[in-house]
């Protein structure tokens, strides 16, 4: 079993990417829109944040690839592999950086705590669990 405790590790499928988080936010999230769905071929996408001095990229930050929506937001990615890695908001400031929790190596204690753009999420999906579901994002209302 791997750490549970910081700095945590992790990379794309391929392993050509790899990064490092050295502490993580607390706010943690399943995001059910339909472009985070399309992105990871999923059901939902789930996202860690951590502030941006808190985030390194150790290897192949050269094989990054970014997407950026006609709404602003923006997907980085691995060339070479295609697996997801981070997303920024239209108009982030770049004090925080949205990580794919799915590409983490490392055992992490912090769970996700919220449903987010439920109001999009996949028909053939049911949230079973009890966290907070909002129909857009947090400060929207809740269901």
Avoid at 20 to 37: F, L, N, T, W, Y
Avoid at 61 to 71: H, T
Wanted: glycine share 10%; aromatic share 14%; with cysteine.
């Amino acid at each position: 079993m791997t750490n549970p405790n910081p700095p945590y590790h992790g990379q794309c499928l391929c392993g050509s990417i790899k990064y490092q988080v050295d502490a993580i936010e607390p706010k943690m999230g399943h995001c059910h829109c339909s472009m985070c769905r399309k992105f990871h071929g999923a059901a939902f996408a789930t996202y860690g944040e951590t502030k941006s001095e808190n985030f390194h990229w150790l290897e192949g930050e050269d094989q990054l690839k970014s997407f950026k929506a006609d709404n602003g937001t923006v997907r980085q990615f691995c060339q070479n592999c295609g697996s997801s890695l981070t997303f920024a908001a239209a108009g982030d400031d770049g004090k925080f950086v949205e990580f794919a929790l799915g590409t983490l190596d490392s055992e992490i204690d912090e769970r996700p705590d919220v449903h987010i753009y439920t109001g999009y999420k996949a028909g053939w999906f049911d949230i079973a669990d009890d966290l907070p579901k909002y129909k857009d994002y947090r400060d929207g209302d809740s269901f």
